[in-house]
Nanobody, 114 residues
Framework: VQLVESGGGLVQPGESLRLSCAASGFTFSSSAMGWYRQVPGKERELVATISRSGSTDYADSMKGRFIISRDNAKKTVYLQMNILKPEDTAVYYC?????????WGQGTQVTVSS
């Protein structure tokens, strides 16, 4: 299983960014996917999930600003982040779970600063 995130970077408050996670090594279309984020010194927190059928769920602070989506043909899950705030600064991780085993990407840094 391999999850490779991309798309992070430095943006100003109010701007948008789209993260991508390219998956391989498992049946992507049959797997739920998710995005988490982590700030140094804090626990990793859930951002959003998307089921294999496309149903989505978000952490309260991301509702209305972030959109998770998936392209099964490209084996890629996306996280569109809008109206970014400084408190969104974190390392963002792609996640999936096969049976009971979790898998994580290496993470991509998102920094929101003026």
């Amino acid at each position: 299983v391999q999850l490779v995130e991309s798309g992070g970077g430095l943006v100003q408050p109010g701007e948008s960014l789209r993260l991508s996670c390219a998956a391989s090594g498992f049946t992507f279309s049959s797997s739920a996917m998710g995005w988490y984020r982590q700030v140094p010194g804090k626990e990793r927190e859930l951002v959003a999930t998307i089921s294999r059928s496309g149903s989505t769920d978000y952490a309260d602070s991301m509702k209305g600003r972030f959109i998770i989506s998936r392209d099964n043909a490209k084996k890629t899950v996306y996280l569109q982040m809008n109206i970014l705030k400084p408190e969104d600064t974190a390392v963002y991780y792609c996640y999936t779970r096969l049976y009971v085993t979790p898998f994580w990407g290496q993470g991509t840094q998102v920094t929101v600063s003026s």
